[in-house]
């Protein structure tokens, strides 16, 4: 952005008096002071402070800094061609967001936004350059001092103080005030673009959030057509098997929809996601009830997060299926914890009928243990069944990183 005009020439009325400004000890001092409004109002700009609250801020600091009773940020609205009083101090009430003066040549301000010339009126009773506006009237200013203001590409408006007493705005003042429309530039631009980029983002995650709803009904169709082929059957085990596949891919159309995006597109909460996901599954337990133990704070890759769905569906499926007689049910333990600074772990555990004694999990034929090591594979991840007097418990350790745990 092109934000300085410190080179400009200011339009500066003449000095009817011819005295030469007091430089001394007091401007000096003056000067650092101003210096150090300068570095204050940088280090609000840098914090990310909203733009309401930086235009109030540069308003409050300027004043400050030129020793004057008014300050106010004009915000040029194209449509109207006037200057809006955005943000200021000093002014009586009703006057911000409500005032504003014209922007053309004729009024101060709309001449240093015309032209990015910075205009010092130190007498405006005798002010035969431009017209002096009504707002300036009505509140007894004097002097007023005019920079324009940079914004996103175009100008934002004008930085203006204004001033009741006699005084004089002296060259070193226009430094440092448009050394503050500066700044202050900047930090609109600034948060214009982050502005944008928040608009970006927003837009993003509703479109994959869409595109992620439309998966799930997709799948669920699918799932239907095949509970449909189910029932035309008479033989009960393709029946049985016909509906099994329904239920996974009704399963996986629901971990679709339930990936949720905060400000990391990429990357989920896995705490928060396989709670999502046990609400759901609740649904296809009959008796039984899930308990959940999650911890937050673990993110996973998107497509990681729907292996370990996928994961924790067979191993919840099963402890419904196997642990508990269909009638009473029982509590299904899922739990998501970090015990380790490279990997985090979930577990099923159920307190039912428990595993064969010669069961072995990587030597299963189901198709339910088989997913659960295929999906462990690609996650890189460590599957074990843990022994308890009562139940099974199985336990996958999965390394935070892709990359395989030593
Ligand atoms: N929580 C559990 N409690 C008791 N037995 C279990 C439990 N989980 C699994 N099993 C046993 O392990 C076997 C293998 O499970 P797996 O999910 O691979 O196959 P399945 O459930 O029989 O069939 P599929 O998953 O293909 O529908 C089951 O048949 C069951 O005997
Ligand atoms: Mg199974």
Known sequence: MAASNDTETPIVEPNPSG???????RALQDRIRQQE???????????????????????RLTAKGLRVEFCKILEHIPS?????????????AGVIGVASVGADLESPAGFALRTGKPVISNHLENEERFRTSDLLKQ????????????????????????????????????????????ILGMAIERERHERRLTGALEKHQFLLKEMN???????????????????????????GHLSEAANRIAAIGKF??????????????????VSAI?????ENVGQCEIVTDLVDGIFVETDRAIAIALIVNELITNAAKYAYSNEVGGKIFVKVGRDNPDAFTISVRDEGAGLARDFDLHKAKGLGM????????????????????????????????????L
């Open 139 to 182: 509140h007894g200013i004097r002097r007023a001092m005019n920079v324009i203001l940079q914004g996103d590409g175009k100008p934002f408006g004008v930085l203006e103080v204004d001033s009741r007493s006699h005084d004089e705005f002296l060259e070193f003042d226009l430094a440092f005030l448009q050394g503050a429309a500066n």
């Open 37 to 59: 409004l300068l570095a204050e109002l940088g280090v609000t700009a840098l914090q990310g402070a909203s733009l309401d609250q930086l235009l109030t801020e540069t308003a």
């Open 370 to 405: 088989r997913i659960v090591a295929a999906f462990a594979k690609q996650l890189n991840a460590i599957s074990a069944v843990r022994s308890h007097e009562i139940g099974a418990e199985f336990v996958i350790t999965i390394p935070l990183n892709a990359a395989p745990l």
């Open 278 to 282: 046990c609400k759901d599954l609740n």
């Open 19 to 25: 005295d030469s400004p007091d430089t001394g000890i």
């Open 80 to 92: 109207s061609n006037r200057l809006l009083v955005r943000a200021g101090v000093g002014w009586d």
């Open 256 to 273: 679709y929809d339930r990936l949720s995006y905060g400000a990391d597109v990429e990357r989920m909460d896995i705490g928060q996601y």
């Open 213 to 239: 709803h439309r998966v799930k009904n997709s799948l669920s169709m699918v799932a239907s057509m095949l509970n449909l082929q189910a029932r035309d059957h008479a033989n009960p085990e393709l029946t």
